[in-house]
């Protein structure tokens, strides 16, 4: 497969990438957190943004590129999310093996991050959504990044 099939293969790098710069050292030294759990969060929420964006539950294409707009969002775009959020913090405690607690706290950190991230490579173009999100798209990356922490 050529970069041109998958032209947003790096994009997808680049932000799980940004994130565990930005993140992993954040994670583990503010939230206590130990590398394989930090490496885990990251993954989950490269995982919820993908499932719910990706699933399309409930919510239009607008809403979503709402939500990585760097506008205000609106109310459908806070539901999504929340939604994302709930779905994090259910990732964090059953896959990564955080407290509800700590699963509060990475939440916390993470969502802004990964929302900022998304939206400085979206930048309100619809085909970069969905290429991010539907297809594969984050939750694939993540899970190929992170592979080897839950086997």
């Known amino acids: 497969m050529t970069s041109k099939d998958k032209p947003n293969s790096n994009m997808l790098d680049q932000i799980l990438s940004t ?11 503010k939230l206590g957190l130990d590398q394989k759990q930090a490496n885990g969060a990251i993954a989950a929420v490269g995982e ?6 990706g699933g399309g539950d409930g919510f239009g294409l607008d809403d979503a590129l709402n939500l990585f707009s ?13 939604n994302i959020g709930s ?8 896959q990564v093996g955080l407290s509800a607690s700590q699963a509060n ?7 802004p991050m990964i929302t900022e991230l ?15 999100v539907g297809g594969g798209g984050l939750a694939d990356m993540a899970k190929g990044l992170f592979s080897n922490l839950f086997k």
Do not use: C, F, W, Y
């Open 19 to 29: 994130l565990t710069e930005r993140a992993a050292p954040e994670l583990t030294g």
């Open 48 to 53: 919820s943004v993908q499932q719910i964006v």
């Open 70 to 82: 760097g506008a205000k969002n609106s109310v459908a775009a806070d539901g999504i999310l929340a």
């Open 87 to 94: 779905m994090l913090q259910g990732k964090l405690t059953d």
């Open 105 to 111: 706290g990475v939440s916390a950190m993470l969502l």
């Open 118 to 132: 998304i939206s400085s490579h979206v930048r309100g173009d619809a085909k970069n959504l969905q290429s991010l």
